[in-house]
Structure formats: structure tokens, C-alpha cells
């Protein structure tokens, strides 16, 4: 059942990969090569943490506006790049030549030259010197290898394709053709300003993807990471596939703060793939079942991979939005998850692992219930207890706070002082107790909670909630060994003040070393951007992908995801979803609303950034799949395949959230109406994995299969056969559209078909959505969103839109006729689909019992 140990990786291979695709493959011996690979990231991290900081305000120093940290973040990114990183795999590991210490000092200059001529560079905007045309050419040359270095060669030929057709423009076949620029004008749209490499994306990367990479960094060198596999365990590890279990939620704890997949697979995975041999899981299925859990990590807030962050910028909601919406898909993929591997281990016929000492039911159920007691203790201690302190205090709240904060942290370190402490290794031959495992690390919780408190209740930036979270995380790094060994009365090097700054030094270089790339790739993806600004191919991509697909939204969708997974096995999944979803999200938005259908922003950002994921676990390319083969010893492709077997339950959640925006919290009301959403999204999660997995409580007929398929289908979209029997709304005629608006509540949706032209002089209809604010009358009402209408021989014509106003984002133009308004039906709720899908499930499951039945009797007699 098991591979010969010589064909899996050393642990020292196994960094060499991380290394290869997160951190840089080089390890200098020489002491001074050593030291700038040592302090030039710790000096990136002190300047994050000063730029991250209200600090540059209280003193007014060093005060950096977003263009000159930007520079200053790149500039850090690309020296590193060619120091870190060897030019090819057979250049030397062991030193830096001196080439590359040229290049590295050359393409930090580059980077920093905007900060170092800030002032000059904005007396002179749009008339560059021969200098900074010089500066920019070669910054752009060298960005494209740092990413080749950094990254791979996708990114760096994609960058370059973008940045070919900028100025090859009128030698492209018509389709595609446009004017050109001059190189004037593209060196300045691309370096010179904040509308290519130095634009949003590289924006986010310095405010915000920094501070939460290093707090997961942080984490990791508190012990947290090690607290959370054998959590994992201990819960889960005596189940029947326990360990697969196991691998599943550990993956996603480490996922919550972990932008990586590879890492995420050799962290994890040293502890859980053995295991799961162990137990009866063949080398491929362990190793696929680790790459599903960790690439899925990166789709659970609140980091995800650094793309949260970026979809605030780009679909302009805030990061609490981007973390609700994108929250119940990320649960309920990695409950099917879970579930999957325990069809897996029912037709195995796996058992867990042994427990070291038994717990009747009711200990267990006692220990289960305490830890959730706990858990909800301290978060409404958090939510009510600080929020009352605030009323209170005013403005010596912080101080109280800080003064609770470290009561409780004295209080959670002594609580783990009471019991042993959690093992360091990678073998777990017998579970440790749930209660004492998880008793050894709840003051982990508290940087998360200071996380989040600054997130929800004090409303703080994400950049600003990460910066004081990771304090309370530093301080916790360096004081808890020293702590713990006065709890323990122990004394020794492991409990020393030494040791603990040691943990947060390796913290905070590696925090920086883990952010090389993602600074790269998002400075590269800049360029990709900026093309689609300077050239407007945008508007030729909607064009171009309309006529392949012949206006069909499913399609489209098809090619989209098509398209994502190809890019993304090669690009990063950061830099993957800046460039799909910067060509085909405003594609996907404007042919569903000409097909009738409102499609949110953020569901097509999060549809192309899920397809990105899976990118990681698609052969032939997919990194962590060979990560996970080298621990398991098994096959990489047939690792891949298998993994992404696994990951069709996570393929089919963005097609249906498009249709069914609920699943993201979109238009969900009341508590209730949240439940029913909730469990029907769940149990259709499990249909679906039945079904694909062909195994319910035994294997499935083909009747079977197909009727587990329609169930989940039915429970994802109750509305695709509700709307047949009941429409969900009805045509108004136009002129009726202040009288409509005024019995619209205030808060609701107002829904038009309009028509219009394009630019080419087509005409199009596409449906617009407009929420309404307060107003006594409609008239008020369409005022306040912006619109105003004249009415033209009986045809409802937009007179005016405002500028910035809802009717403006909603793409509503002048000269637009209002067709129709669409009034929602008074129907009984759709849910109701509900019964007969699980009627459905109930025959299965009796049809499998009997089919059960008749198996046993048998051999019973």
C-alpha cells in the first residue's frame, strides 16, 4: 500500500521547494551574501510595520503617501527577487555573483527612482526627461525578470504580450487593432504614474497583504500552526479516516492565514499524509486529499491568498463585505470536503487512529461543550464587554483594554501551563486528549480576536486591524516562553527572553521573504492593467467574447474558467486574478445583464479567483500537487487528478453562486431566511459529493447518482423550476416608473430593461438594478439614485444622470430608453423546492438501506 521511503523528499528538499516558489532557492554561506539575505528583509518588515503604524503621524516623521511607499515596497520586492532567487536552476545557490548584485541595486533604483524624484516627477507630469524614460525602460525590462526569477515564466510572457500590444497596436488584425502609443506615452502610463506597475494592485500588496502575510508569519513561529494540526487531530484523528479528517481542517486553520498553497501542503502535509498511509490511504489519495485542503485554504477569509484585499479595491466594497460574502462557499466546500473523505474512508473500510486513553460519552460531550462555552465567552466578553467599555470610557478605552488584554493573556498562558506541552514532530502514533490540546494554545485566539474586534467593531482599516493585531502577536512571541517557564517553575534556554526574540526575528525576516513574490506578481499584473486602460481592450475583449460564445452567459462562464485555469498553472493566484478578472469580469457583468440577469461584481471576482485556486492542483503544472507527491511518495499527475477529483465540489460552487447569489449573503434578510440558506447550501453539498463520489451510505446505482446530482441541484437553485411554475417578476410598463419607485421601500431594489447604443452604433438592452434611498415621493426617489426622465411620444427616455451617482455605476447613460420596470411577484418562497429534493434524498437513502439489508442477511444466516 506504501511507497519505498527512498522515493519521497527529505525535509530539506522539501524547504528547497518552498524556497524555489515562495521565499528564493538561494542559501549563501558566505557571511556577508548571509546578512543582506537576513537584515534586508527584516528592514522591509520594520518599514511595513512603520508604514502599517499611526506612529509617522504622532512624531511627523517619515510620513509616505501611497505612490512613495509603493516605490519604496517594489524596491524591496525586486532587490530581493535577484538576490534571493538564482537566474536559472543550475546558477550557483550557494553565493550571489556579481552580476546579480548589479542587477538587484540597478532594479531597486528603478523601483525607488519615484520616491527619490517625488517632487521633480510632479512638477513635470505627462513630459518626462530622457531620464526617466532611461529609468522606466530598463525598471520595466528588469521587472519582467525579477517575476521570471520570482515566478516562472507565465507572468513575465504574459506581462510582455500585454505590453507588445500596447505599442504594436495598429500592426494588429483588425479585431484587436488599435492606434498605439508612442513609447513616450507608455513608459509614462506604465512607470511614471500609479496607472500600470505602481497601480492599484502593488497599492494593496504595500497597505495590506504585507501585514496580514506577516501575521500569519508570526503565527507560524509562535507554535501556532504546530497548535493547530494537533487540534485537528486530537477532534478528529480517532474517526473513521481520521487523519484524512484531520488533514482536512488543519489545512484550513493554517489556510486562514496562509497565502500559499505549496506551503500550506509541506507545512500540513509532513504531519498528515504519513498518517493517512498509515490508516489506509494510498499514496496519491493522501497526497490529493492535502492538496485539496490547502489550495481551498486560500479561498477562506480572512487573508485568501492576498485577493480579499484586492477585491475591495476593485469591486469598491468594503473588506467586512468581501469576508461576508465569500465566507459560507469557503464552509461548505470544506465541509463536502470532509464528507468526501469519509466516503472515501467508508469504502476503504478505514478506521482511525488509536486514542491514548478512552472518555465515555458523556466526558467527551462534557469536553465538547465546555470548549464551545469558551468560545463564545471569550467572543462575547469581546463583542459586549469592550463595546461597553467604549461607552464607558471614552477615550481611556484603549488603555483599559490593553490592561484586560494582558489579564487574560497571563490567564490563557497559566490555564496552558496546566497541562504538558504540545510535541513538536512530525509522528502522532497515539491522539493526544482533545481537552489538554486544546487547553495548551487558546491564547493563540486572542491576536484573532483583536483582529477581528478592530475589523467589526472599531471599523479600523484592514492595513490599520492587521498592524495592531500583529503587536499584541509580538509581544506574545517574545514574553510567553520566559512566562511559561515562571508558570512552570522551569528555567532553561527553551523559556529564555533570548529564545523568544529569536522566534520573532525568524518571524518577521520570513514574513518578508514570503512577500518577494506576491510583490513581484502584483507589480507585473500592474502592466496588464495598464494595458487594458491605455488600450481599451476591454471593450474589444466584451466584443470578441460575445461573438464566441453568441451572447450565451453559461458559456461564456465556461471560457472564463477555461481561461483562469490555464493562466493559473503557471501565474500565481494573485497575479491570476488580477488579469482574468480585469478582462473578463466587466465581460461577464454586461452580457448578464443584456440576457436578463444581474450579476453582482463581487460573484464574478470571486467566480475567477476560485478557478484560479484550482489551477494549483491541475496536471500537468499543478505545484502543490508535486509538493504533496514528494511527501507521499506517490505519482504527481495521478496526484493532480486525483486532487482535483476531490475539488469538483469547489468547480461547481462560483457557476452556481453567479445564478444563485444568496449563497454569498446577497438579499438575505431575516435569521431564518439565513438558516434555511445555510443548511440547504449545506445539504446540497453533500448530494453533490455522493453523487460524484458515487457512494451515499453504500455505492450508488446509476439512477442513483443521477437523482443525488438533481437533488443538489434543486437545493442550489431552487429558483430554476419556481420561476417556471411562479415568475419572480413582472414587466411595468415604463411611464408607471415614478409611481413604482415611490412604493418601493427604501433599501430595495428598483430593476429596468433599458436600451441603448455602443459605441460601434449596435444596439443592445441589458437589465440595471438601482438600490433606492430615502424620498417622500418616487420623483425624490429617482433623484436621490441619480436618474432623471423625459417622456418622448410615450417612450420613457434618461434625461440626466448624475455624476457619481448609483445611476451612474449602474452603467445608465443619457439618451437610454427605459423599456420596462420589473415589479417582484407576490409567490410563495422558492425554498419550498426544498421538499421534494430532500424526498428525493430520503428514497436514496432508503433504497440504499434495503439494498444494505438484503447484502447482510446472508451472511447473517
Excluded at 484524512?244 to 484550513?252: D, G, Q
Excluded at 499514496?283 to 477569509?301: D, H, I, R, W
Excluded at 465567552?377 to 459586549?384: Q, V, W
Excluded at 507585473?524 to 491605455?534: E, H, Q, R
Amino acid at each position: 500500500m506504501t511507497t519505498p521511503i527512498e522515493k519521497t523528499m527529505s525535509d530539506d528538499q522539501l524547504q528547497e521547494m518552498i524556497g524555489e516558489a515562495d521565499t528564493g532557492g538561494r542559501n549563501p554561506h558566505g557571511g556577508f551574501s548571509k546578512k543582506v539575505l537576513f537584515f534586508v528583509p527584516l528592514l522591509w518588515t520594520l518599514f511595513q510595520l512603520w508604514y502599517a503604524s499611526p506612529l509617522p503621524f504622532i512624531f511627523n516623521i517619515f510620513v509616505l503617501n501611497d505612490t512613495e511607499a509603493r516605490a519604496i515596497h517594489l524596491a524591496f520586492a525586486m532587490f530581493l527577487a535577484y538576490t534571493a532567487f538564482p537566474t536559472f536552476k543550475s546558477s550557483p545557490k550557494h553565493f550571489i555573483p556579481i552580476q546579480d548584485w548589479i542587477i538587484a541595486l540597478t532594479a531597486a533604483f528603478c523601483a525607488a527612482y519615484i520616491y527619490l524624484f517625488y517632487e521633480q516627477l510632479s512638477n513635470r507630469p505627462g513630459a518626462p526627461l530622457v531620464m526617466d524614460l532611461v529609468v522606466a525602460v530598463i525598471g520595466l525590462i528588469l521587472l519582467l525578470e525579477a517575476t521570471r526569477r520570482a515566478l516562472g515564466p507565465p507572468l513575465m510572457v504574459v506581462a510582455a504580450v500585454f505590453m507588445v500590444y500596447t505599442f504594436a497596436g495598429p500592426y494588429m488584425p483588425d479585431v484587436i487593432a488599435h492606434k498605439g502609443a508612442s513609447l513616450t506615452k507608455g513608459m509614462t502610463h506604465y512607470w511614471l504614474t500609479t496607472e500600470g506597475v505602481f497601480g492599484v494592485a502593488l497599492g494593496v500588496s504595500t497597505s495590506m497583504v504585507f501585514m496580514f502575510v506577516l501575521f500569519g508569519s508570526l503565527l507560524e513561529a509562535a507554535g501556532a500552526g504546530n497548535y493547530f494540526i494537533r487540534s485537528a487531530f486530537a477532534g478528529l484523528g480517532h474517526m473513521r479516516g481520521g487523519p484524512a479528517k484531520a488533514a482536512v481542517v488543519s489545512s484550513a486553520l493554517t489556510g486562514l492565514v496562509s497565502g500559499s498553497s505549496i506551503a500550506n501542503v509541506v507545512t500540513t502535509g509532513t504531519f498528515t499524509i504519513p498518517l493517512m498511509k498509515k490508516v489506509g490511504f494510498s499514496a496519491e489519495k493522501a497526497g490529493a486529499v492535502e492538496v485539496a485542503s490547502s489550495t481551498n485554504g486560500q479561498l477562506t477569509p480572512p487573508v485568501m491568498g492576498a485577493a480579499a484585499f484586492l477585491m475591495v479595491e476593485y469591486v469598491g466594497i468594503s473588506y467586512i463585505e468581501v469576508i461576508k460574502h465569500a465566507f459560507l462557499p469557503a464552509i461548505i466546500s470544506y465541509i463536502a470536503l470532509v464528507y468526501i473523505v469519509h466516503l472515501e474512508a467508508c469504502k476503504m473500510n478505514l478506521k482511525g487512529l488509536p486514542k491514548r486513553y478512552k472518555k465515555t460519552f458523556a466526558q467527551s460531550l462534557l469536553t465538547f461543550v465546555m470548549t464551545v462555552l469558551t468560545l463564545i465567552i471569550i467572543g462575547g466578553a469581546t463583542y459586549y464587554g469592550l463595546g461597553w467599555i467604549k461607552t464607558v470610557a471614552g477615550s481611556s478605552t484603549p488603555w483599559i483594554v490593553c490592561i484586560l488584554l494582558f489579564i487574560a493573556y497571563l490567564f490563557l498562558l497559566y490555564i496552558a501551563c496546566r497541562v504538558p506541552e504540545l510535541e513538536v514532530s512530525h509522528e502522532i502514533n497515539e491522539l493526544p486528549d482533545l481537552g489538554s490540546t486544546i487547553q495548551a494554545g487558546l491564547y493563540f485566539i486572542l491576536p484573532i480576536v483583536v483582529l477581528m474586534w478592530c475589523l467589526v467593531v472599531e471599523r479600523l482599516s484592514p492595513a490599520l486591524a492587521a498592524y495592531w493585531a500583529t503587536v499584541l502577536l509580538i509581544f506574545i512571541v517574545v514574553t510567553q516562553r520566559p512566562i511559561k517557564g515562571v508558570f512552570r517553575k522551569m528555567s532553561g534556554e527553551d523559556f529564555s527572553v533570548q529564545r523568544g526574540f529569536a522566534d520573532l526575528i525568524t518571524g518577521l525576516v520570513s514574513g518578508a521573504r514570503n512577500m518577494i513574490g506576491i510583490g513581484v506578481a502584483t507589480a507585473a499584473a500592474g502592466l496588464v492593467v495598464g494595458t487594458v486602460t491605455l488600450t481599451g481592450i476591454g471593450l474589444v475583449m466584451t466584443e470578441f467574447v460575445e461573438f464566441i460564445s453568441g451572447g450565451n452567459l453559461v458559456l461564456i462562464l465556461l471560457f472564463t474558467a477555461f481561461i483562469s485555469l490555464l493562466l493559473g498553472m503557471g501565474l500565481p493566484t494573485t497575479a491570476n486574478y488580477i488579469v482574468v478578472s480585469t478582462l473578463m469580469a466587466p465581460v461577464i457583468v454586461n452580457l448578464g445583464a443584456q440576457n436578463g440577469l444581474i450579476v453582482p461584481l463581487i460573484a464574478v471576482h470571486l467566480f475567477v479567483f476560485y478557478f484560479g485556486i484550482l489551477a494549483d492542483d491541475t496536471p500537468p503544472v499543478g505545484l502543490a500537487a508535486f509538493a504533496a507527491a514528494g511527501i507521499s511518495g506517490g505519482d504527481p499527475i495521478r496526484t493532480g487528478l486525483q486532487g482535483f477529483g476531490y475539488d469538483i465540489r469547489t468547480a461547481i460552487l462560483p457557476f452556481i453562486f453567479i445564478f444563485n447569489t444568496e449563497l454569498l449573503m446577497i438579499g438575505v434578510g431575516t435569521p431564518l431566511h439565513f438558516v434555511v440558506v445555510v443548511v440547504g447550501a449545506v445539504v446540497a453539498m453533500l448530494a453533490f459529493a455522493a453523487g460524484t463520489q458515487n457512494y451515499f451510505i453504500t455505492r450508488n446505482k446509476l439512477w442513483e447518482t443521477f437523482a443525488l446530482l438533481l437533488a443538489a441541484f434543486i437545493l442550489f437553485r431552487p429558483g430554476f423550476f419556481w420561476d417556471e411554475i411562479y415568475p419572480e417578476y413582472t414587466s411595468r410598463n415604463a411611464a408607471e416608473l415614478e409611481q413604482i419607485a415611490e412604493t418601493v421601500a427604501s433599501g430595495s431594489q428598483l430593476i429596468l430593461r433599458v436600451k441603448g447604443e455602443n459605441f460601434a452604433g449596435d444596439e443592445y438592452i441589458s437589465t440595471v438594478m438601482l438600490r433606492v434611498t430615502d424620498g417622500a415621493t418616487g420623483a425624490e426617489k429617482l433623484k436621490a439614485i441619480g436618474l432623471e426622465t423625459r417622456d418622448e411620444n410615450g417612450h420613457v427616455i434618461v434625461d440626466n444622470v448624475m455624476f457619481a451617482s448609483a445611476a451612474e455605476k449602474a452603467n445608465l447613460d443619457f439618451d437610454q430608453e427605459i423599456l420596462n420596470v420589473q415589479v417582484e411577484n407576490e409567490r410563495p418562497p422558492k425554498q419550498l423546492m426544498f421538499f421534494p429534493a430532500l424526498l428525493l434524498l430520503a428514497l436514496i437513502w432508503y433504497s440504499q438501506k434495503r439494498r444494505i439489508g438484503r447484502q447482510e442477511r446472508p451472511a447473517m444466516a
